[in-house]
Nanobody, 125 residues
Framework: QVHLVESGGGLVQAGGSLRLSCAAA?????????MGWYRQSPGMQRDVVAT???????NYADSVKGRFTISRDNAKNMVYLQMNSLKPEDTAVYYC??????????????????WGQGTQVTVSS
């Protein structure tokens, strides 16, 4: 299975920057494919922010294009989200997501989505 741990959230003023990191831990027989960042505000659904394939192809929500950059280090099983020109409406809990599958403990796990615990990002006006 894949265990995800996010870090880097916090409080920042509008116009500032933050960099989120997500470490993915899995067994040696597990493959991690697409990864991404999602966010959820109170009372709202969880929405995609940015995704990145194992080959590095990226996709962004319109609201963050030109301000956020997603990247990954496949050797370290890390995914990052550089957030610049932050706005109060970017305030949310940010979640890391990874899709992976493989063998662990002699059991086969088909490809599925795994989520981190989330990290709070608060942008003050």
């Amino acid at each position: 299975q894949v265990h995800l741990v996010e870090s880097g959230g916090g409080l920042v003023q509008a116009g500032g920057s933050l960099r989120l990191s997500c470490a993915a831990a899995s067994g040696t027989l597990f493959s991690i494919n697409d990864m991404g960042w999602y966010r959820q505000s109170p009372g709202m659904q969880r929405d995609v922010v940015a995704t990145i394939t194992i080959g590095g192809r990226t996709n962004y929500a319109d609201s963050v294009k030109g301000r956020f950059t997603i990247s990954r280090d496949n050797a370290k099983n890390m995914v990052y989200l550089q957030m610049n020109s932050l706005k109060p409406e970017d305030t949310a809990v940010y979640y890391c997501k990874a899709e992976g599958g493989g063998y662990e403990g002699g059991k086969y796990y088909p490809p599925q989505a795994y989520w981190g615990q989330g990290t709070q990002v608060t942008v003050s006006s």
